[in-house]
Structure formats: C-alpha cells, structure tokens
C-alpha cells in the first residue's frame, strides 16, 4: 500500500510528497542554476527572503535546448514594477548565456501573500509540494501538510471561468502569426491540461506533473474528452503550429465545458482582490 501511494507522488500516510529536488537536476542544467543561485542576492539584495526552482528542471525531466528554467521568488514586501524588471532582466541574461535553456520564467510574491490563510491550499501548496528550495528559508516548515481532496482542487484551479474572458481578450490581442500564437497555444495547453487532471486529481487519489499523464488519468474518467485532452497535452509540450482555430476551440469549446465541470464537481474558487 505505502510503495502503491510513493507511486502516485504521496508518502506512507498520504500525504503529496515535494515532487523535485536539487539532486535530481540534470547535469546539463546544473550550471545554469548555479549562476541563477549566485545573482539573486546580488540582484534583490536583503528583499528576497527565498528563491525556489520549479518545473522539470527540478525534477530532472529538463530537455536540454527545449526546457526553460522556472523560479519562484518570495519577496519580504508586495513586488514592484522594478522588482519585475530586475527579474526579467536577470532571466533575459541567463537566457543569453545558456543555450540549455529555452527561456527563463519567474514569479514574484510576497512572504506575506505566500503564507496567507487565504493562499494556503493554492500557492502555498504549490511552494511545498511543488517547488524545491534554492536559496533562503523554506516556507514550507510554515504550512500544513497537503492531501488530494476536493478543496485543494478547488483553490488550485477553480477558476477557470473567470480566466476564459481574459484569454480571449489575449488572443485578440496576439499578432497574427504563427511565431506569435505558439507560446499562447503551449501556455493555454498547460492550463487546460492541468485543470483536467486536477478535476480528477481526489478520484484518482495521486499526483504528477506529466502532461500525457495526466491527460491520460482526465480521459480515464471522461472518455468523451479523452482524444480531446490528449492532443492539447501534446499541444503542451510543442506547439508545431499557432492555429487560431486551436485557441478558439479552447475558449469556446474545451474551456467553458472544463469550467462547468469543475465547478459542478467541486465548487468555484475563493475570490481573491
């Protein structure tokens, strides 16, 4: 029973076990989080109280060329426009400098927001299960410990139809272009994917971060989406094309049935300001 739970991401008792860490990050990438740990403070100074690394790096599924390099930042105060921009302009340089990399991702938020009540089971879960420490203490000694139930499915991604509105407004926006839809196209993918599995995340009782996987585990309990899921996971991984017409079917087909869904089944996310 316990090795059956260690296989589905949970401990002997339960409970999501942290999915990364730094010794499982791949060679290839280990000087670029090196480079990463020894700029922060110089580039935040006494602001930053913790930095994490996130994402495949981490958990040693990186792809060299093809992955990029996901942080996390908690900040002692709210984050300014020019804590944004010293955190693009640091992943902007290590992008230049390491080819092993495609791109560099990083979120910003304060200590406060962090270990609010109100973030507990969202970002609050996703440093302690999903997020592995780099530098600074780890805010997770201050958080509960996380099982796959209906609430935690909830927080996580229990607003998908509030965010639909937005990303239609995103594609409007977006240049007509191939080159400008794909980055779209993964990033709404990933969402979508995630959404699903999380949909079904207490049901099937276990976690991962495997977007094949996890559409593979959404289409078990919705067959009639399964085909469906599948295509968007691989549309996760590597967009071969910006079609408009993916976009539309995802805010207009997929999206609204997923939002419907998950708040029938689990309810609708806690407001936030």
Request: hydrophobic share 40%; proline share 6%; glycine share 8%.
């Amino acid at each position: 029973m316990a090795e059956s739970a260690r296989r589905r991401g949970l401990d002997a008792q339960g409970y999501i076990e942290r999915e990364g860490a730094l010794g499982r990050i791949p060679r290839a990438f280990r000087p670029v989080v090196a480079t990463a740990r020894d700029r922060l403070p110089d580039v935040f100074g006494d602001r930053l109280t913790s930095a994490y690394l996130y994402g495949s790096i981490p958990r040693g599924t990186a792809r060299v060329g093809a992955s990029d390099l996901d942080l996390l930042l908690a900040l002692r105060g709210e984050p300014t426009e020019a804590d944004r921009a010293d955190a693009d302009a640091l992943g902007e340089a290590l992008d230049k400098e390491f080819a092993q990399i495609d791109g560099v991702g990083t979120l910003l938020f304060s200590r406060t927001r962090l270990l609010s009540d109100l973030e507990t089971y969202d970002l609050g879960w996703f440093v302690a299960c999903l997020c592995t420490p780099l530098l600074g203490e780890d805010l997770a000694e201050y958080l509960p410990r996380y099982r796959l139930d209906s609430r935690l499915a909830r927080e996580t991604n229990g607003d998908l139809a509030l965010l639909l509105p937005r990303w239609r407004e995103r594609i409007g926006e977006t240049p007509d272009t191939d080159e400008a839809r794909r980055p779209l196209i993964r990033f709404m993918s990933r969402h979508l994917v995630r959404t699903g599995f999380t949909l079904v995340m207490p049901r099937w009782n276990g976690w991962t971060s495997d977007l094949k996987e996890m559409a593979e585990l959404f289409g078990a309990y919705y067959p009639e989406r399964a085909a469906q899921m599948l295509r968007v996971a691989v549309l996760g991984y590597e967009p071969n094309a910006g079609d408009l017409a993916i976009l539309r079917s995802y805010v207009d087909d997929l999206g609204p049935w997923l939002a419907e869904e998950y708040a029938r089944v689990h309810g609708v996310k806690a407001p936030r300001p």
